[in-house]
C-alpha cells in the first residue's frame, strides 16, 4: 500500500505491537564515504537547487510556490500562508545548513515548482538525545502532483542529511504514514467569532445567535497575571532554566540550550511572541507561553482573504495556574487582532482547552520518527514537541 515508505527506516504496520523489537534507531549509520555523493536523479525537465533564503529573490519564490501550493484543510477553504519572515526564522536555527534547503526548478524556465527542507534540533527521547534534522515544508506544486516526486525529495534530503553525519529525523504530516508515534487534534479558540463565522470556518453553535456568540468568546482588555510581561533577551538564561526543567517530564521533547530559546522564543514581531511571569517580589521568572504567528489565505472569500491565527508554542507553568496563564495569552492575542487561537492536545494542555472555550477540529496532525522507534505509541499528552 506504501510503495516507497515500506522500503524506508520508519516502524512498520507489520511491527506495531511486536515488543522484541528494541526501542532506538533501526539502521546504524554508514561510513560518510559510504553515503551517495551525487544527488538523485529527476525527471529530465527538472533540475535540484539549493534555495538560498538569505536572499530576497529566492525567498519570494520559495514563499510564492508555498502560498499557492501548500497545506491546504479538507474542505479547501483555507491554505497556510506562511510569511518571508517566518520561512526565514524556521529555516535558520543554530547551526543550520543551507545545502537542506531544498529546491526544483524548471531547468528552462527556471521556474521553482517544489520544495522540502530539514533544519536540525538535538531532540531527546526517554533517556537519550538524538541529534536529528525536523523535516518541513515538503511541496510540490499543483500541476505535478501524482507523479511520485515526493519520494525523490524525501530521499535528497535525506541523503544530505546523512552527509551531516545525522541519522534520524522527525516530521508531522495531515496524512496517515507508517507508523505515528502519536497522533494530535487541534482544537481553536475564536478571538474574532463574527469573521471565523462569516468566512466558514466556525458555524454559529445550535441556540445561539450572533450577539450571544460575540459575548462568548468575549475576553478582558489587559491581562490578568500580575508580573506578565514580554520575553526580552535578557530573560533567556532564566527561560532555558524553565523550559528544560518543563520539557523533561515528556517522553519526546526538544533539548533545547540557550542559543536555542533565543533563536525558538526571543519575540519577534508577527513570527513569534513569547510572554513570562516575572514574580513582582522576587523578580523570579516562574512562568511562560509563548505562540507563533501563522496565518492562513482564506479561499474565494468575498469579504476576507486572510486569516490571523495564533498557534500555541511552548508553555510552562510554576506559580500562576496554567487555565489563567493561557487566559492571559489569549488576551494578548486578541490584543494583536489574531481571529483564532490554536493549540494541539500536546504537553498539558488538555487541561485548559475546554474550559477556555477551545472547540475540537477536524483533522489530525500525526507525528513521525525516521529511523527510530518507539515501542508503544505515545498519548498526545506525553510529547513535549511542537513543530512550525
Ligand atoms: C507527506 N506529507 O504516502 P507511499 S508535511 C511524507 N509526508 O508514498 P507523490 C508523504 N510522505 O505511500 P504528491 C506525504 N504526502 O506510496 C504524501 N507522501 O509510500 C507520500 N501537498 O508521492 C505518499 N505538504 O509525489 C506516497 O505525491 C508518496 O505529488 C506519493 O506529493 C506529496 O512537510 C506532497 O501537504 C505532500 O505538496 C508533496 O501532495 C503534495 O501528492 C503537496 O506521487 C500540499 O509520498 C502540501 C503538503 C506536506 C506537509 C511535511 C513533512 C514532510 C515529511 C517528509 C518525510 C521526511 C522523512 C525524513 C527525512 C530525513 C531523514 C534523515 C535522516
Ligand atoms: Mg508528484
Redesign the pocket.
Known amino acids: 500500500?506504501?510503495?516507497?515508505?515500506?522500503t524506508?527506516p520508519v516502524g512498520q504496520y507489520k511491527d506495531v505491537g511486536n515488543t522484541s523489537l528494541p526501542e532506538g534507531p533501526i539502521e546504524l549509520p554508514t561510513p560518510l564515504d559510504e553515503v551517495k555523493q551525487e544527488p538523485y536523479n529527476l525527471p529530465a525537465l527538472y533540475e535540484w537547487v539549493t534555495c538560498d533564503i538569505d536572499s530576497e529573490e529566492t525567498c519570494n519564490e520559495v514563499y510564492s510556490l508555498l502560498t499557492n501550493?501548500?497545506?491546504?484543510d479538507d474542505e479547501n477553504m483555507f491554505r497556510f500562508n506562511y510569511s518571508k519572515e517566518f520561512l526565514r526564522w524556521a529555516l535558520r536555527p543554530p547551526g543550520y545548513f543551507k545545502s537542506w534547503h531544498i529546491g526544483v526548478r524548471v531547468k528552462a524556465s527556471k521556474k521553482l515548482v517544489?520544495f522540502?527542507t530539514?533544519v536540525p534540533a538535538k531532540i531527546r527521547v526517554r533517556d537519550e538525545v538524538v541529534s536529528m534534522?525536523e523535516?518541513?515544508?515538503?511541496?510540490?506544486h499543483k500541476k505535478?502532483?501524482?507523479?511520485?516526486?515526493?519520494?525523490v525529495?524525501?530521499k535528497e534530503?535525506?541523503r544530505r542529511?546523512?552527509l551531516e553525519n545525522?541519522?534520524?529525523?522527525a516530521?508531522?504530516?495531515?496524512?496517515v504514514?507508517p507508523t505515528p508515534i502519536t497522533t494530535c487534534q487541534y482544537w481553536h479558540r475564536s478571538l474574532n467569532p463574527k469573521k471565523l463565522i462569516d468566512v466558514g470556518f466556525s458555524r454559529l453553535g445550535a441556540r445561539m445567535t450572533m450577539s450571544r456568540t460575540i459575548k462568548l468568546y468575549k475576553l478582558p482588555d489587559s491581562t490578568i497575571t500580575p508580573g506578565f510581561r514580554k520575553m526580552e533577551l535578557r530573560d533567556v538564561p532564566a527561560v532555558t532554566r524553565l523550559l528544560r526543567s518543563y520539557l523533561a517530564q515528556f517522553a519526546v521533547a526538544p533539548d533545547f540550550d540557550e542559543n536555542d530559546v533565543e533563536h525558538w522564543l526571543l519575540p519577534e514581531e508577527n513570527v513569534v511572541d513569547s510572554f513570562l511571569v516575572e514574580s513582582p517580589k522576587t523578580h523570579e521568572v516562574t512562568d511562560f507561553c509563548s505562540f507563533y504567528t501563522l496565518p492562513s489565505s482564506i479561499l474565494g472569500n468575498q469579504n476576507y482573504t486572510m486569516l490571523k491565527a495564533a498557534y500555541s508554542y511552548y508553555n510552562v507553568s510554576t506559580q500562576t495556574p496554567l487555565l489563567q496563564l493561557m487566559n492571559d495569552a489569549l488576551i494578548v492575542a486578541k490584543q494583536n487582532d489574531y481571529d483564532v487561537f490554536n493549540a494541539l492536545d500536546v504537553m498539558h494542555n488538555e487541561s485548559f482547552l475546554k474550559a477556555l472555550k477551545f472547540g475540537p477540529g477536524d483533522g489530525q496532525l500525526h507525528y513521525?520518527l525516521?529511523?527510530y522507534r518507539i515501542k508503544n505509541a505515545l498519548k498526545p499528552s506525553e510529547l513535549g514537541l511542537v513543530l512550525l
Not at 135 to 140: A, H, P, Q, R, W
Open positions: 500500500k506504501h510503495k516507497f515508505w515500506e524506508q501550493n501548500y497545506v491546504e517544489a522540502i530539514g534534522a523535516i518541513n515544508f515538503l511541496c510540490v505535478l502532483r501524482s507523479k511520485r516526486l515526493a519520494p525529495l524525501i534530503v535525506t542529511v546523512h545525522i541519522w534520524q529525523a516530521y508531522t504530516a495531515g496524512v504514514l513521525y525516521y529511523n
